[in-house]
T-cell receptor, first 110, second 110 residues
Framework: QKEVEQDPGPLSVPEGAIVSLNCTYS??????FMWYRQYSRKGPELLMY????GNKEDGRFTAQVDKSSKYISLFIRDSQPSDSATYLC??????????FGKGTKLTVNP | DVKVTQSSRYLVKRTGEKVFLECVQD?????MFWYRQDPGLGLRLIYF???????EKGDIPEGYSVSREKKERFSLILESASTNQTSMYLC?????????FGPGTRLTVT
């Protein structure tokens, strides 16, 4: 079983839709959870960062961590064409190296 | 504002050449990382460094070496480039448990 699983998509939605992106993981010791957005031919950009369980909201973006289910989510409300990118989840325990999902490619159609 | 820069955005080299990829961060971070990113394989850690002159192997160090003579600079070296090292190379550093990436270098080895 892989440490982090992420559906690669692709996911295609109309503008204004609510988008749900998810990752599951197997290591219950993970404490830090991140979401990155990566535009084509660019480096990943840190979007959301959460420590332990709970929700975090930033504008149209909400990150959720459910440690009991080993499941994290990123919700995008009122999605825009500029949200079209690949979204990577990442997580780690303490100061250990980050473990990444393989990314989900999202397209928001005008 | 967090700043991680990489010396080149695009690079084309010949098989057997020695290649240097440079990464600089201006935030006095101790931890720095080199990844490569390939379609279907995601991000894979090559090497990382916790401090000046310290280095640790990541998941795929074969064919690569690194140098960290100054805190702000972390170099990735391909001693003898091969076509299977054609990839997107990403440098990253950590501040307050948050990992930030550079813009990436797309290397083509012909």
């Amino acid at each position: 079983q892989k440490e982090v699983e992420q559906d690669p998509g692709p996911l295609s939605v109309p503008e204004g839709a609510i988008v749900s992106l998810n990752c599951t993981y197997s290591n219950s010791a993970f404490q830090y959870f991140m979401w990155y957005r990566q535009y084509s031919r660019k480096g990943p950009e840190l979007l959301m960062y959460t420590y332990s369980s709970g929700n975090k909201e930033d504008g149209r973006f909400t990150a959720q961590v459910d440690k009991s289910s080993k499941y994290i989510s990123l919700f995008i409300r009122d999605s825009q064409p500029s949200d079209s990118a690949t979204y990577l989840c990442a997580m780690r325990r303490g100061s250990e190296k980050l473990v990444f999902g393989k990314g989900t490619k999202l397209t928001v159609n005008p | 504002d967090v700043k991680v820069t990489q010396s080149s955005r695009y690079l084309v080299k010949r098989t057997g050449e020695k290649v240097f990829l440079e990464c600089v961060q201006d935030m006095d971070h101790e931890n720095m990382f080199w990844y490569r990113q390939d379609p279907g394989l995601g991000l894979r850690l090559i090497y990382f460094s916790y401090d000046v002159k310290m280095k640790e192997k990541g998941d795929i160090p074969e064919g690569y070496s690194v140098s960290r003579e100054k805190k702000e600079r972390f170099s990735l070296i391909l001693e003898s480039a091969s076509t299977n090292q054609t990839s997107m190379y990403l440098c990253a550093s950590i501040r307050n448990s948050e990992q930030y990436f550079g813009p990436g270098t797309r290397l083509t080895v012909t």
